[in-house]
C-alpha cells in the first residue's frame, strides 16, 4: 500500500479540530453564542480577580446561571462557584448567603451553603492538623502548639477522620526515646552493634552515625 493509500484509509480517524485562543479581558462572553454554564463560567474568570468585584457583580453572575443552578444538574455547579468566590476574593459567608437568598431559593441557599461552609471549615481544620503534627515533630513543646493552632488539647490528641492520631505519634516518640537509651546503654556495656539493632530496631545506619557523633562528643568533652 503506497503512503497516499494509507493516509486516505485512516483519514476519517484524525481529529480535526483547532485551538481558539483568546484573551478574556477584552472579549465581550455576553456577544457569544455559548451555553448558560459556559457563559457563567467565563464571566465568573474574567471579573472575580478584578479590585472592583464585588456583591454586584457576583449577583449579575449568579442571575445570569439562575434557571441551571435550579436544575438537578446546576447545584454541583453552584457549589464549585461559591468554593471558587471564597478562595479568590475576601467576600464573607454572610454576604454570599444574602446574595444567593435574592437571586435563587432559600431553599437551595441553604442546600449550597452548608456544603460550602462545611468544606471550607475541614480545608482550615487539616491545615491546622498539619501544622500542629509539624510542630510536634520538632520537638515544640505542646503549650506553643495550642497557641499556634487554636486547638484544646484534646482537640490536639483525638482521632480525625483520616485515623491519623497525635497520640500514636507521641507514643512513637517516646518508644524511640526509649531505644535510643538503651542503646546508648547496651554500648557502653560493649554489645556489638548488630545485637544493639536487634534489640532496639533502630537503623544500623543511624546508629553508626549516632555513635560517630556521639564519641566525637565525649573526645571534645573529656
Known amino acids: 500500500m503506497k503512503i497516499g493509500e494509507k493516509i486516505s484509509v485512516f483519514k476519517e480517524y484524525v481529529l ?17 453564542k455559548l451555553s448558560v454554564k459556559l457563559k457563567v463560567v467565563l464571566s465568573l474568570l474574567k471579573e472575580v480577580r478584578k479590585q472592583n468585584f ?16 435550579l436544575s438537578k444538574d446546576g447545584l454541583e455547579l453552584l457549589k464549585r462557584i461559591i468554593l471558587y468566590v471564597y478562595h479568590t476574593t475576601n467576600m464573607n459567608t454572610q454576604k454570599v448567603k444574602n446574595i444567593l437568598s435574592e437571586t435563587i431559593t432559600e431553599e437551595r441557599t441553604i442546600e449550597v451553603m452548608t456544603t460550602a461552609e462545611r468544606l471550607i471549615l475541614e480545608g482550615e481544620l487539616k491545615g491546622k492538623l498539619e501544622t500542629a503534627i509539624n510542630m510536634f515533630k520538632l520537638d515544640i513543646p505542646e503549650d506553643l502548639i495550642l497557641k499556634a493552632t487554636g486547638f484544646s488539647k484534646a482537640d490536639l490528641f483525638k482521632k480525625d477522620k483520616n485515623g491519623f492520631h497525635l497520640e500514636k505519634l507521641r507514643a512513637k516518640k517516646e518508644n524511640r526515646k526509649l531505644a535510643i537509651r538503651t542503646a546508648l546503654k547496651m ?36
Open 16 to 32: 480535526d479540530f483547532k485551538y481558539l485562543l483568546f484573551d478574556l479581558e477584552k472579549t465581550k462572553i455576553d456577544e457569544w
Open 54 to 69: 464585588g456583591e454586584n457583580r457576583l449577583k449579575e453572575i449568579i442571575k445570569l446561571g439562575r434557571e441551571v443552578f
Open 187 to 222: 554500648r557502653d556495656k560493649e554489645f556489638d552493634l548488630e545485637t544493639i539493632e536487634r534489640v532496639t530496631e533502630l537503623d544500623i545506619k543511624w546508629l553508626k552515625r549516632f555513635f560517630k557523633h556521639i564519641s566525637s562528643r565525649e573526645r571534645q568533652q573529656g
